[in-house]
């Protein structure tokens, strides 16, 4: 087969934490005295962006860090961890508010999602129900990486989330427990929802230990007007109503060797079950509940599980070493769907309405060595390693029949990042990232579609045999980038990253024929899509100074292959795209009680449609829904242990010709509240969500297929958590 894939990564320094490293060279006392250099305090250091751990102010890119009190926080307002991301991380869109990813974008641009460093992504069959299927208990913070990178392989075209868990506690058993109950205020019977969790961990003379477990039951949900939102708003992959949920994690550990070395096994299961009850009907405005149409199909279905064996020595010869392997069982149900133009202009013919089942077994190693070359150099630094992984996916209908090709694939890299700080006012980071891989896909016969045309009229597309075959292809891609230190509080940094998108081999399996006149056979390196890779520019400026922190950046993302689904054509259309944005994020302490911040983002993008080099048309909705987002927040601590925070959520309207239609998405406005005091040794939350019980369109979920889809109306949650 002659396929030309430009698959790629690379291996860039946009790293996570501040005020370390080359800040505490700043810091030093000149005239050589001990006693003199006044303490300094250090951020967290972490991984995400290097794969060893470095401070913020020595990453040229811009960061976030949630921490465990501000996700502990936002859990007394929602569970959903998009809904923490959409608030704190600018570039990040806003929550569709169900199951499913469709839509949320990072930059306008695909994000990559890890959990402890290992990617939860399926990229031979893109399918996005991962982020709010994560449990939010089991998490200590998440490191976020904005802007491209593939330092960890695929997916990262518009940044990284990192989703670290929490790790044991010294001593003796620790027992967590917390519980908690959410409703819509306008319909608190049939709303009411538990959830609870449980968390035990310690440590003996064998080893150390931590298991959290969380289920949640969901029911109806409804609008700010009163109406009840439908079981699955999104066309297919379910939403938060009538289901039920369970997670469960383990990690045993230990420390040897005077604790320079450590062991550590993780294991996680997510399940998910919902039952919707009624089919969605995609022609009213917004969409709605078709009370007429129960649904008589499968559930929607998720039973995943993960395990992980770590080891790292710190005292290894060649540096510090961390060697880790991961294997990914994953299985995803989908809803069965109703023919629907343009919301669903396609389904199966006889094949239990086109309900399908997701399987992807994923194995990988991962090796990464950070070694110090200060013999060579003062300050010069190599992180380098190898990575490998194995994946094979399939889609299946509920009879056994497959929906897509069988296939698996290979992956080989390697890389190294180099570091050096050649004056105290500057920092130099560049590296590069080579990776092959080795595709195989098994013949098949696409079934056939009923398919309904804009005119109303409804035909049958024939099934088709599609050839498959063996592909290997690879890439090598660069990053560099610097930071300048204009003083102690403030400095500035600029980077040039490049990162990559796998193109959706399934999905095109899947269309094979679609389009293409004649019954024939389709060899797959005929409708083969090639990788998307991006260049990824960015300044931006940081500091802290008296009260007040904070940071500015300026982005333009490039790419000459696309990735935007087309539901009109059933296609992935691949033309050259930019994107640009600015973000700011600023916190001041007011006093000692009061702090106020805001996120602010603004994004905007441009294709070519015509295929002449000139961007003609802007992205469609599903890639930039709301161009500007800002979140206002105030945090008040009051002087009787009452802690109070106050959220103002604003997403802006857009209304641009993508060059096929032009659909307009509403601004929205909405407001929350959460807080929390101490009762019997544990601590009493409350949070509102919505608080004034308006009536808006979601803007990420009206942007999935340019359906009006109404928001979440007011919310009410009581939590309750002690540790004993």
């Known amino acids: 087969m002659n396929i030309r894939f430009a698959y790629q990564a690379s291996v860039l320094g946009l790293a996570v934490s501040l005020a370390a490293g080359a800040g505490q060279s700043r810091a030093q006392d000149t005239t050589g005295s001990e006693n003199t250099t006044p303490p300094v305090e250090l951020e967290p250091v972490i991984n995400t962006a290097t794969r060893a751990p470095r401070p913020v102010s020595a ?26 991301l959409s608030k704190f991380v600018p570039g990040y869109s806003s929550s569709n508010q169900t199951v499913s990813g469709s839509a949320e974008t990072f930059r306008g641009r695909g994000v990559q999602v890890l959990v402890d460093g290992v990617s939860r992504n399926t990229p031979l069959r893109n399918v996005s129900r991962i982020i709010s299927l994560i449990d939010l208990n089991q998490i200590e913070r998440i490191e976020v990486v904005n802007g491209a990178s593939s330092i960890y392989g695929n997916g990262a075209t518009g940044g990284i989330i990192n989703f670290i868990t929490k790790k044991s506690t010294d001593g003796k058993p620790s027992f967590g427990v917390s519980a ?15 959830e609870a969790s449980l968390r035990l961990s310690g440590d003996n003379s064998l080893f150390d230990y931590l298991a959290v ?11 700010g007007d009163g109406d009840r939102l439908p079981d699955d708003p999104l066309l297919g992959q379910g939403a938060f109503a009538n289901g039920d949920s369970y997670n469960g994690l383990v990690k045993l550990g230990r420390d040897f060797d005077n604790d320079s070395k450590r062991i550590e096994l993780t294991a996680e299961l997510t399940r998910f079950d919902q039952e919707p009850e009624f089919y969605t009907d995609y022609d009213t405005d917004p969409v ?17 599980n993960y395990q992980a064996l770590k080891f790292d020595d710190r005292e290894f010869a060649l540096g510090s070493l961390s060697v880790q392997a991961f294997r990914n069982d994953i299985e995803k149900r989908f809803a069965d769907a109703r023919l629907s133009f343009p919301a669903n202009p396609a389904v199966y013919v006889n094949r239990d309405e086109g309900q399908t089942t997701l399987l992807a077994d994923q194995l990988g190693l991962r090796t990464t060595v950070d070694t110090k070359l200060d013999h060579i150099y003062d300050s010069l630094g190599v992180t380098w390693g190898f990575d490998y992984a194995h994946d094979e996916t399939t889609q299946h209908f509920q009879d056994g029949v497959e929906a897509i090709a069988p296939m698996e694939q290979d992956s080989f890299a390697g890389f190294a990042q180099l570091e050096v700080a050649p004056v105290d006012w500057l920092q130099l980071r560049g590296g590069l ?19 309904l045309l804009p005119s109303g009229f409804q035909v049958t597309l024939p099934e088709v045999e599609v050839i498959g075959g063996t592909a290997t292809y690879s890439e090598t891609v660069f990053n560099i980038g610097a930071v300048v230190y204009l003083n102690d509080e403030i400095e500035v940094f600029g980077a040039f990253s490049q990162g990559y998108s796998l193109p959706d081999v399934g999905a095109f399996t ?6 293409v006149p004649g019954p024939g056979p ?12 991006v260049d990824n520019y960015e300044v931006g400026m940081r500091g802290e100074w008296e009260s007040f922190r904070g940071n500015v950046s300026a982005y333009i993302s490039e790419s000459d292959l696309g990735a935007t689904f087309d539901v009109s054509t059933n296609r992935v259309s691949q033309q ?7 973000e700011a994020v600023g916190e001041v302490d007011v006093d000692d009680q009061l702090t106020v911040g805001s996120v602010f983002s603004w994004s905007e993008g441009k294709r070519d449609t015509e295929g002449d080099g000139d961007l003609d048309s802007y992205l469609p909705n599903n890639r930039i829904g709301a161009p500007m987002r800002i979140t206002g927040y105030a945090t008040y601590a009051t002087d009787f242990d009452l802690n109070l925070r106050f959220e103002a959520l604003y997403t802006g309207s857009r209304d641009r010709d993508d060059g096929v239609q032009q659909v307009k998405i509403d601004n929205a406005l909405t407001f929350n509240l959460a807080a929390d005091y101490p009762v019997l040794d544990g601590k009493l939350s409350l949070g509102v969500e919505n608080i004034l019980d308006v009536e808006y369109e979601n803007p990420t979920a009206s942007a999935s297929r340019n359906r009006p889809v109404n928001g979440f109306g007011r919310v009410v949650s009581l939590r309750y958590s002690r540790t004993f």
């Not at 908690?180 to 049939?190: I, N, Q």
């Open 59 to 84: 990453i040229p890119g811009s960061v976030v860090i949630i921490d465990s009190e501000q996700i502990e926080q936002q859990l007394s307002i929602s569970s959903d961890p998009a809904d923490i």
């Open 180 to 194: 908690g109950l959410r409703a819509f205020t306008a319909d608190v019977e049939d709303s009411l929802a538990p």
């Open 213 to 223: 477990v969380t289920g949640e039951m969901t029911r109806d949900t409804f609008d």
């Open 288 to 304: 709605s509940v078709d009370f007429t149409d129960p649904y008589n199909a499968k559930s929607i279905y998720e039973d995943s």
């Open 433 to 451: 990232r080579y990776e092959r891989f080795r595709l195989e896909l098994e013949d098949f016969n696409r079934p056939s579609y009923d398919a």
């Open 510 to 515: 899947r269309r094979a024929g679609l389009g």
């Open 522 to 533: 389709i060899d797959f390196s005929d409708i083969a899509p090639e990788a998307q890779l």
């Open 576 to 582: 050259k795209e930019r994107v640009y944005g600015f």
